[in-house]
């Protein structure tokens, strides 16, 4: 069964329309994504390359987890299950820092069209042991650590999922 997901207006607010993924992307319809930034008290960001199956930034580089708000629940209890799912690592509500909103307006295709309004999040921990991330085969094809020079590396490379506002705000929060 197919994913279902709230449709917002353009404000981030839930219509009350409830639809499929599928369906919310062929349509053009709002609808939240989260997204979390796993940082070491040393600086380092856990990042994950994207699997070369998806639809959207293939073998991409991304932050930690990023996902789809299932229809029915918050930022925060969506975060932490995409968190859990992709990389393995549990996160709890209290670790969650938000950094910021915005909205993306992209057209993938005809049929793809991605209007998203993105909730962000920082978790800092003292460490993170790579042996201790379980990837999702079917989302993520590998992960490592990136101090802030490898970080805007891979940003200006241009081999990065497109999250501009994010990554100001990442590498603000490094400093």
Known sequence: MSELIDVLDENGNRTGEILTREE?????LFHKIVVIAIIDVKGNILMQQRSKKRLTNPEKWDVTAAGHVS?????TEAVIRETLEEVGIKVNEKELEYILTYKNKKIVDENYIDNQIFDCYIVKRDQINLK???IQESEVEQVKLCNKKQFNEIIESGNIVKRD???????EYLK
């Open 132 to 134: 201790d991330v379980k």
């Open 24 to 28: 919310i992307h062929k349509k053009g």
């Open 165 to 171: 506002e994010l990554y100001k705000k990442i590498i």
């Open 71 to 75: 229809s029915g629940q918050t930022s």
